[in-house]
C-alpha cells in the first residue's frame, strides 16, 4: 500500500501541501489518541479499548516504542496487602501519603492517595497482561519501607512496555512509530493532533487526546532553565552516553500549555548517582564517600537529599564502595569491562586507586561497619543496612548525577483530566505518566513512578472514554 492509503486505512488524513493537492481521504475520528508509547501511554492505549472504544491511536515520535519505561528498573511500589501481608509488612495508603510528603514536601496528597488505593489491582492487571512479577517485597533505594515488586532481572521495564503493548494490538490499538504530535487545536468540539513524519506532516481527528509524553531530562536548556546548578554536560539515567534516541524533552507538557494547561513544579528535577560506581538497585549495602574518603551523607535519605549534597561536593563527585556480598545489579559485568567499577582486594588498595589517604578510609569503614551491626549510624542518622562491608573483593567506583526524572508538568487531577490555568477540565484532554507534574513535590519515594504511569494511564484511558 502507498503511504496515502495506509494512512487512509488508519483513518488519518494529510495536511498541509498534500491535501492542497486534492489528496485528502474522509478522515474517521478516532476516540482517543494517545501521543507517547510509554508505560503510562500504552496502558493509557489499553485501558481506551478495554473501557469499550475501538478507535484508539498512539503516536509515538520515536523509531521504538517505550521511552524511558523501557530503559527502567521497573520497581513498581504498591500498598498490597496480598503481597506485603505473608511477608509480614504492615503498609496502608496513609503510610504511603506520609512517607511521599516525608520524601516530597508538599505534594498532592490527593493524587499520591489515589496512586495508593489502586496500585494493588494495578499490578494485577499488569500480570493479567503476561508479566510475571518476582515474589519478594523489596525496599527499593528511596523507598521508605518495602513496597515494591518488579520483573526478576534487570529489563523489567521493558517486559512491562512489551507486554501492554502486545494487550493494546491485541485489542485492535494503532501504533504509529515517527511521527511528532507538534499541533493541539480544538475544532467543532473535536481535538485535531498535528504530527510530523517521515512523509509530511498528517492531521488527528479525535474526541479525547491523552498526553503522555514523558518528562524533559533530555532538554538541557530547559533543565538549566529551572536549575542552573544542573551541568550543561548532564545526560539522562535512560541514555547517559546519548547513543540513541531520548525523546524526553517536555514536547508535550509545552503542547499541554499552549492548549490551556496550567504547569507545576517545573523546577522540581530528580537527579541521581546511577551509571557510575552505584551498584545495587536496592537501600542498605554500599557506602558514598568523598574525595578525601569520607562519609557525607545516610545512602538510604531520599534522592533529593542525597542529589543536594553531592551538588556541594567538589567537582561533584564521589566514591561508591561496596563488597562481594551484595547483589549486584546487571551493570556489574560492563562496568566493570570499561573501569567505571573496580576490584581490590583490601581496604588500601581501593583507597590508594582512589588517590585517598588509606588510613582515613579504613577508619571510615570501620566506623561504618561498627554502626551497620548495631543499625544505627549516629553520624548521618541512617538505619537501614543489609550487611557490613567487609567481604573482599571491594567494588567501588566515582559517581556523578544524572537527569533522572522531571517531577514538574502538566497539571492533573484525580481522573488524570488536565486542568487549565482557571483551574477547571480541559474537556476532552488528560495526561498520566511523568509527564504529569506536581504530583509527588520535589522527591519521590522509589517505584511510584512507574506506578503512577499504571494507574494514571489507567484512569486517563478509561476517563477518556466515558467522557468524564
Ligand atoms: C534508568 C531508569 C530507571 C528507572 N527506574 C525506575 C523504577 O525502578 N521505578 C520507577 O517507578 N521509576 C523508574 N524510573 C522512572 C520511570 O521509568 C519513568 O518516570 C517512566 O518510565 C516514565 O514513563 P512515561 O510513560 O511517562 O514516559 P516515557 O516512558 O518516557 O514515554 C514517553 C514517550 O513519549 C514519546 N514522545 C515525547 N514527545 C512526543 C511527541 N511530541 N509526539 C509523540 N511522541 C512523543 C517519547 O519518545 C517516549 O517514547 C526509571 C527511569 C530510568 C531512566
Request: proline content about 4%; glycine content about 14%.
Amino acid at each position: 500500500m502507498k503511504r496515502r492509503e495506509l494512512l487512509a486505512a488508519a483513518g488519518l488524513m494529510l495536511s498541509g501541501a498534500a491535501r492542497a493537492a486534492g489528496h485528502a481521504a474522509e478522515p474517521q475520528v478516532f476516540q482517543a489518541v494517545v501521543i507517547g508509547s510509554g508505560l503510562a501511554g500504552l496502558t493509557a492505549a489499553a485501558s481506551a479499548l478495554e473501557s469499550g472504544a475501538q478507535r484508539v491511536l498512539v503516536l509515538e515520535k520515536g523509531p521504538l516504542i517505550g521511552g524511558h519505561s523501557l530503559y527502567s528498573s521497573g520497581s513498581l511500589a504498591a500498598v498490597s496487602p496480598k503481597r506485603q501481608g505473608p511477608q509480614g509488612i504492615r503498609d496502608s495508603v496513609e503510610s504511603l501519603v506520609a512517607d511521599s510528603e516525608r520524601v516530597g514536601g508538599r505534594i498532592d496528597a490527593a493524587l499520591v492517595r489515589t496512586i495508593g488505593e489502586r496500585s494493588e489491582a494495578a499490578l494485577d492487571w499488569l500480570e493479567a497482561c503476561g508479566v510475571v512479577l518476582g515474589p519478594k517485597v523489596f525496599q527499593s533505594i528511596g523507598g521508605m519501607r518495602p513496597r515494591c515488586v518488579a520483573a526478576p532481572g534487570p529489563t523489567a521495564g521493558r517486559a512491562y512496555v512489551l507486554a501492554v503493548n502486545r494487550r493494546v494490538r491485541r485489542l485492535g490499538g494503532r501504533v504509529l512509530l515517527r511521527h511528532r504530535a507538534n499541533g493541539l487545536s480544538r475544532q467543532g468540539g473535536l481535538w485535531l493532533v498535528d504530527a510530523e513524519g517521515p512523509g509530511g506532516t498528517i492531521t488527528v481527528r479525535t474526541e479525547a487526546v491523552i498526553i503522555a509524553t514523558g518528562g524533559f531530562t533530555a532538554n538541557i536548556p530547559l533543565l538549566r532553565h529551572y536549575d542552573v546548578r544542573i551541568p550543561p554536560t548532564v545526560t539522562t539515567t535512560a541514555n547517559p552516553r546519548r547513543l540513541f534516541f531520548d525523546g524526553a524533552d517536555g514536547d508535550g507538557i509545552l503542547l499541554a500549555e499552549k492548549a490551556g494547561a496550567a504547569l507545576r513544579n517545573m523546577s522540581m528535577i530528580q537527579l541521581l548517582p546511577y551509571w557510575g560506581g552505584r551498584l545495587l538497585d536496592y537501600a542498605g549495602g554500599e557506602l558514598y564517600v568523598n574525595s578525601h574518603g569520607r562519609r557525607f551523607v545516610d545512602e538510604t535519605a531520599p534522592w533529593s537529599e542525597i542529589a543536594e549534597a553531592i551538588l556541594g561536593l567538589p567537582g561533584q563527585r564521589m566514591w561508591v564502595i561496596t563488597d562481594a556480598r551484595s547483589h549486584k545489579g546487571a551493570s556489574l559485568g560492563i562496568k566493570l569491562t570499561d573501569g567505571t567499577v573496580r576490584k581490590s582486594a583490601s581496604v588500601r588498595e581501593m583507597a590508594e586507586g582512589m588517590g585517598i589517604d588509606p588510613t582515613v578510609l579504613i577508619s571510615t569503614l570501620t566506623d561504618y561497619n561498627i554502626a551497620a551491626r548495631s543499625g544505627f549510624d549516629a553520624v548521618t542518622g541512617k538505619r537501614v543496612f543489609t550487611q557490613t562491608i567487609d567481604m573482599p573483593p571491594y567494588y567501588w567506583g566515582e559517581e556523578k548525577l544524572y537527569a533522572h526524572m522531571t517531577l514538574g508538568g502538566i497539571h492533573t487531577d484525580a481522573c488524570a483530566r488536565v486542568l487549565g490555568r482557571d483551574g477547571m477540565p480541559v474537556p476532552g484532554l488528560y495526561a498520566a505518566g511523568e509527564t504529569a507534574g506536581g504530583i509527588f513535590g520535589i522527591d519521590r519515594l522509589g517505584g511510584l513512578s512507574m506506578m503512577s504511569c499504571l494507574v494514571f494511564g489507567r484512569l486517563a484511558g478509561n476517563c477518556a472514554v466515558h467522557k468524564i
